[in-house]
């Protein structure tokens, strides 16, 4: 390189024709290394045009593309949507349960022979939860129609689907996913958030209505929330031996007892998974409780068998 053959030049003792020689060499280095300085100014420039050109035409286009895509918009960044708010699409009115309700009270009171204990444990305004056990298929529209107030209830998805989905809709219910619930838990949400009532069964399937399992659900809407639950005890809807599909004869003798408001808080300090556990603890054994309570002040027994737990298959260990 010019450069360093300069320095070992200059490194050597001059005398004479190798002085002139020297003094030659270091001139010639010196107008080498300027022009390569010249060459490289010359192209760092050009370089950096033909970057910002490239640059600018690559933002052309692409401003092109957007501007093809959107309409000659700019294109607005993705918004990240809060879970926990439905599209207001999927929210159920209130009008819904203002008039199903009374198909609930008919079905109760002339149908069956529902006597209702304590109704008026159920707050006549404001958010609130209520959390009934769970036998037969008939638990919701009684629950329905003897609350002093309308009702969205959630309701297993399948039931849906056929003739009965558009009643259903119409009617103001929740449709769940029992593999997951995410839309129904946070369509519930939105329902309280607006000042309404909410309806779950904490079991998640009929059976023996003994609370001997409890899904989280009705915890997290009642943390997340700050509603209220009301538990409700319903006995007499599926005897031992019906299916959990049968529905009650005519004038059967039905019992509904309604317990007193629970609230459930978040404690400082404590992580919200075992907040979660214990506000669902909590809610299960004041529920089971007042089952207990109800079938010994009634007479009404609870199924002694579980059909749905006995018709699972059997897992090999």
């Known amino acids: 390189m ?3 053959g300069g320095t070992e030049s200059t490194g050597g003792a001059p005398g004479g024709d190798d002085a002139a020689r020297t003094s030659e060499a270091a001139r010639t ?3 080498a290394r300027t022009g390569e300085a010249a060459r490289t100014e010359d192209a760092a420039p050009t370089g950096e045009a033909a970057r910002t050109e490239d640059s600018a035409r690559a933002g052309s286009t692409a401003l092109s593309s957007d501007a093809v895509r959107s309409g000659d918009a700019p294109r607005k960044a993705a918004v990240r949507r809060d879970v926990t708010k439905p599209p207001l699409a999927t929210i159920p009115g209130p009008s819904g349960p203002a ?6 009270r008919f079905l109760a009171k002339v149908v069956w022979s529902t006597r209702v204990v304590n109704g008026a444990n159920l707050p006549l305004d404001g958010p609130v939860l209520v ?3 769970h036998t037969g298929l008939m638990d919701g529209p009684v629950v329905l129609g003897v609350a002093r107030r309308p009702l969205h209830i959630l309701v297993k998805d399948s039931m849906f689907r056929g003739p009965l989905g558009p009643v259903l809709r119409a009617a103001g219910q929740i449709p769940v996913d029992r593999q997951g619930g995410r839309s129904a838990l946070t369509t519930a949400l939105a329902v309280l958030k607006r000042g309404g009532a909410v309806g779950v069964f904490p079991e998640g399937n009929r059976g023996r209505g003994d609370l001997a399992e409890v899904r989280a659900g009705v915890a997290w809407l009642a943390l997340t929330s700050g509603a209220p639950v009301v538990p409700v005890a319903v006995l007499g809807t599926r005897r031992t031996g019906q299916k959990v599909g049968a529905i009650p004869g005519f004038r059967r003798r039905l019992y509904v007892e309604v ?3 629970i609230v459930v808080e978040r404690t400082p300090g404590v992580s919200g998974r075992v907040t979660l ?3 669902n603890r909590e809610i299960r054994d004041a529920l089971s409780a007042l089952v207990v309570g109800a079938v010994e002040r009634s007479g009404i027994a609870l199924p002694l068998d579980d059909p749905n737990r006995e018709n699972a298959p059997r897992r090999d260990v």
């Open 99 to 104: 008039w199903s309700r009374w198909v609930g």
């Open 29 to 31: 280095g010196e107008a």
């Open 131 to 133: 959390a009934a056990n």
């Open 259 to 261: 317990g007193e408001p």
């Open 277 to 279: 556990e214990a506000a």
């Open 2 to 4: 010019a450069g360093a």
